[in-house]
């Protein structure tokens, strides 16, 4: 079947903000005397903040209540909030403005389907706040991924049904998201070297215009 639009996951695969999200979270870490490193932050790719916090804590020497909790996952925020400021267009990763100008060309529907609630604010800053045909993020979603929830969203805001999308990740649960969602899925960046699930596994984003 054909593909009629594309839903790229936004961290990753149109720009990178790990290492934002490594030192907000490494921050916070540090002031609770909480063991963090970056083999523990691969694990909090493409899962929701609360998610992210739970599994930091994991190493904590106490227990924290809900209430403490949502003050931790809003400081971590706001560390990570204010190294956004330092975004530029610069900073899309290679190839995906390219990839982006050539579907619009082909009019081939784009969509942004992305966990983080911060996602607004990342494409204005890499100026691409209004070059997609519809956004789902975390603003949007009670469930994040693995559970398919944004990129149904995202595929409902485009009118195109899920088996006509081709969904782009760079993480495990994100895959795992587009394939509960019914969905094609290219797999890049790090889920592009270790996906065992992705039905294409790619270095670059703009590969993708070769399956279109």
């Excluded at 290492?19 to 899962?47: C, P």
């Excluded at 956004?84 to 050539?102: C, Q, R, S, Y």
């Excluded at 559970?147 to 049904?161: M, Q, R």
Aim: net charge negative; proline share 3%; aromatic share 6%.
């Amino acid at each position: 079947m054909a593909i009629k639009a594309v839903i790229f996951d936004l961290d990753g695969v149109i720009v990178s903000t790990d290492e934002f999200h490594y030192q907000a979270w490494k921050k916070m870490s540090d002031e609770e005397g909480i063991s963090f490193n970056h083999t523990i932050n691969n694990r909090l790719r493409g899962v929701s903040r609360m998610e992210s916090l739970n599994i930091i804590l994991e190493r904590a020497e106490r227990e924290y209540t809900a209430e403490e909790k949502q003050a931790l996952a809003e400081r971590k925020n706001e560390y990570y909030k204010q190294s956004l400021v330092n975004l530029t267009p610069d900073d899309l990763l290679p190839g995906a403005k390219d990839t982006i100008d050539e579907l619009k060309r082909r009019k081939v529907k784009i969509a942004i389907g992305s966990s983080s609630k911060n996602t607004p604010t990342i494409l204005k800053q890499i100026g691409l706040a209004d070059a997609f045909d519809a956004v789902a993020d975390g603003n949007d979603i009670t469930h994040s991924k693995p559970d398919p929830e944004v990129f149904l969203l995202a595929a409902s805001k485009l009118g195109i049904p899920p088996e006509e999308c081709l969904v782009v990740e760079d993480a495990e649960a994100g895959v795992q998201a587009a394939i509960a969602g019914g969905m094609n899925v290219a797999a890049v960046g790090d889920a592009g070297l270790h996906s065992q699930d992705a039905d294409y596994r790619l270095e670059r984003v703009d590969e993708i215009l070769d399956l279109i």
